[in-house]
């Protein structure tokens, strides 16, 4: 019997994809498409508009229509939050078909976008739905000259058009990171997804209506980042941009937003470091860093891609993960049995293994995969790389400078941990690092000396709605998630009263 969620995909994929403004879905204005594909097979998904600046001036001009109607600018706080929740119900109901198409676009293991892109997507429209009614100012003691009586109070108001350009690594958990805060603030919004995995975000706008979200709350532009995407972080009737991506991108789009000088929010690159003290357990840590860099294909802005282990027990942890990595199941994500797919486009895997050949070639040796699997049938035009170790790396070598955005993992030796802590902070980016010890201690001091956003210490990866996330140096500017992320949605008025 056909699976419920494979039909629904399979109905969606079945015919082009229009964009989504103003409560309607729509054509791009120049007649342009273009092709999602399918990473396990390199075959086409089906065709999707391909919107341009005209189509970006539209939905923008939607969104500020709807910004600007009384009912969503004076919606009661409790009212906007129980319609976060109708959100988190919709997403959570289509669960299944969501993840499949997730998948099937993306090319992650099902169980991965079931469990991120779904669940957590679920988990932060539900605390977010929270936030409405608890956005509170404040009173302020002031002392004006002349002893005159004065109220001075803050309020928090929604900063107003938000333009979102999301990244193709996690497509619609990167769009809910940004639209549950900015729709609990009562912004209005386009959102751009990434051109190569658009899928799951028409999806999200189509049960976005069925939730009861006011037309043109939220527009979704499908198209090119040097297109559409450089309008909207252009457009001078965007207020804010939030952008998730590359650190080279990031530089593009703050140029971009100089003109009407928006607002700016961005979360870019990492080459993060896994620290391995010699207390730490061999066996336990090198499962824990094949998931720190092999999860989603080594496509994660924090994937732990610099593994420095004490010398005390290098090499026992560099056996026990090489033999790990060679036991990953590499296949089509749609498979139960996956634990890794494939990369999301024919240029991400030109990209990665052409990092994978430099490596070889400034003299690391690879010590687990580095090459394409042999996987017949329909996925013998897929983007699979094995998961893929190297040794003996020099700290100046670009695997280890460089965001590699792949299953390729570095591990280096050390011995002082002066040295280490110079080492794992020797890179442009700050966004994430773990230690793995007994020590929790020791733990401590090295959390305190690293430049990085996010620490984990005996754990990594792990993420919550409550939780801020972002990075030091290149890797962003800003927070997502939890209550320093509000302050990125909304703008602080001080009004003055006269008592007197």
Known sequence: ?????????ERFVSRPRPMFIGGAWVESL??????????ATGTVLTTVAEGGAADVDRAVAAARKAFETRSWRRMSPLDRGALLHRIADVIEANAEELALLESRDNGKPVSVARAVDVGASVKLFRYFAGWPSKLEGSTIPVSPRGGMR?????THQPVGVVGLIVPWNFPMSMA???LAPALATGNTVVLKPAEETPLSTLRLAELLAEAGLPDGVVNVVTGRGATAGAALAAHDGVDKIAFTGSTETGRAIVRAAAGNLKKVSLELGGKSPNIVLPDADPQAVAEAAAQAIFFNQGQVCTAGSRLYVHRAIHDEVLDALAERARKIVVGPGTDPATEMGPLVSARQHERVTGYVAGGLEQGARLTAGGGRPELGGQYAGGYFLEPTVFTEADHGMRIVQEEIFGPVLTAMAWDDVNDLVAKANDTPFGLSAGIWTSDIRHAHRIADDLQAGTVWINCYNLTDPASPFGGFKQS????EMGRKVLDLYTEVKSVWVNLD
Not at 150 to 154: A, E, G, I, P, R
Not at 476 to 479: A, K, L
């Open 1 to 9: 019997m056909q699976n419920p969620a494979n039909e629904a995909v």
């Open 30 to 39: 120049a007649g342009r498409t273009f092709e999602t594909v399918d990473p």
């Open 150 to 154: 004065v109220l001075n109070y803050t």
């Open 176 to 178: 809910c990171w940004k």
């Open 476 to 479: 962003g500017w800003g927070r």
